[in-house]
Structure formats: C-alpha cells, structure tokens
C-alpha cells in the first residue's frame, strides 16, 4: 500500500524560503507522478507543483517553488522561495500511477495523498 509522509512545514517570515519534503514508500516510487497541492481554511484544494514527464506550476507559485524529484531517495521536494502572506496553508503531497494520470491540477487525478504540512508566513 502506497504512503506518502511529508515534513518540513514550518512558520517562516514572508520573503524566507522553505523547502518540505515528500517521501513515498510501499511502491516503485519512479511509477508514480507526483504532485502538491495546498489548502487553506475553508478553500478548496488548490494546486501547487506536479511532476509526470514534465514539471508545472501554479500561476501563484511559478517562479518561486520548484520542484524536486529524487528516485534515488523515493522523494519529491518542493522548494519555496520568496514567501509572501498568500502562502500559508496545509500543504499536501499526492501520488498517482503515471498510467492513470489526468489533469495535474485536478485533485482527484491522484490516488493517494498524504495527511499535509502546515505552512505559516509572519509578515
């Protein structure tokens, strides 16, 4: 059974960088896209990063997160910098079977999700 765990979140001041961390075991981790997603209170589920073949962005998020995929360690990165009052949220890491991938901005395009990291940014 796929788990995906994430680590990382942490309150920071706005214009510090982060980077939160998503490991997946319980399957060949490089069978898998991988994605990030974040919620905020009483907001729906909202789209971060997503890594299949290729790597997309959020338009909130584009030119300060990256994501990082590392099939060595069977772990996905996601590197924020530049952290501004908008950012904080749950953030959540997903996985999906690359065969059965859909949308990459779509929530239920994934299969399996993790139980989030709390982001928070003073200003």
């Known amino acids: ?46 789209f971060v990063a997503a890594n299949n073949w290729l790597t997309r962005y959020g338009n ?13 360690k069977n772990i996905v990165l ?4 530049n952290l501004v009052p908008e950012d904080p949220a749950r953030y959540y890491c997903a996985a999906t079977p690359r065969s059965h991938y859909g949308l990459e901005n779509h929530p239920p395009s994934y299969t399996n999700w993790g139980r989030g990291t709390q982001v928070d940014v003073s200003s």
Do not use: H
């Open 78 to 81: 996601l590197q924020m910098n």
């Open 60 to 72: 909130p998020v584009e030119g300060r997160f990256t994501l990082i995929r590392d099939n060595t």
């Open 1 to 46: 059974q796929v788990r995906l765990v994430e680590s990382g979140g942490d309150m920071v001041q706005a214009g510090d960088s982060l980077t939160l961390s998503c490991a997946l075991s319980g399957d060949i981790f490089t069978g898998y896209a991988m994605g990030w997603f974040r919620q905020k209170p009483g907001k729906e589920r909202e």
